[in-house]
């Protein structure tokens, strides 16, 4: 019965997730119209599907590679021979999944806080995009 309730109050756990991923997914959508912006500000009209693909490509991999590292970090929080005969497996499994999740979260905000860092130093550089005299087919 005790290991029936520590199951239990695990699977509420999730929502104290929410306000981080809410934070999260507001400010990766503020960030996407300055990150397009920049992405095209000084490309000829010619040119501008590739650039315009740079954000969605370094996206798509920055993700791919991220959840993959954040996968592995994981992962490895697991302790070993969870798997096997255990008195209680799931609730290793539980532990260590929330330790790994736990060790993954707090390393990718340490990559967010240096992004942040970098980015504040980078120079702001404004520039007006002049209208374009060639004809584009």
């Known amino acids: 019965l005790q290991e029936a309730q520590n199951i239990q109050s695990l699977a509420l756990a999730p ?10 997914a507001g400010g990766l959508a503020i ?5 397009a912006t920049t992405a095209i500000s000084e490309v000829p009209n010619q040119r501008m ?3 315009a693909s740079i ?7 920055g993700g791919a590679f991220g959840t993959a590292l954040l996968g592995v970090i994981m992962h490895a929080a697991l302790p070993p021979g969870v798997d096997s005969a255990s008195p209680s497996p799931v609730i290793d ?15 990718a905000a340490a990559f967010l806080l240096v992004a942040a860092i970098i980015t504040k130093r ?15 087919e």
């Open 93 to 107: 499994l539980a532990n260590g999944v929330a330790n790994g999740f736990r060790s993954a979260a707090l390393i």
């Open 49 to 51: 599907g590739v650039a």
């Open 15 to 24: 929502w104290l997730l929410l306000p981080g991923l809410v934070m999260f």
């Open 55 to 61: 954000p969605n490509i370094s996206r798509y991999a």
């Open 31 to 35: 960030a996407q119209s300055p990150i």
């Open 122 to 136: 980078m120079p702001n550089v404004t520039t007006q995009r002049r209208p374009s005299t060639e004809h584009v």
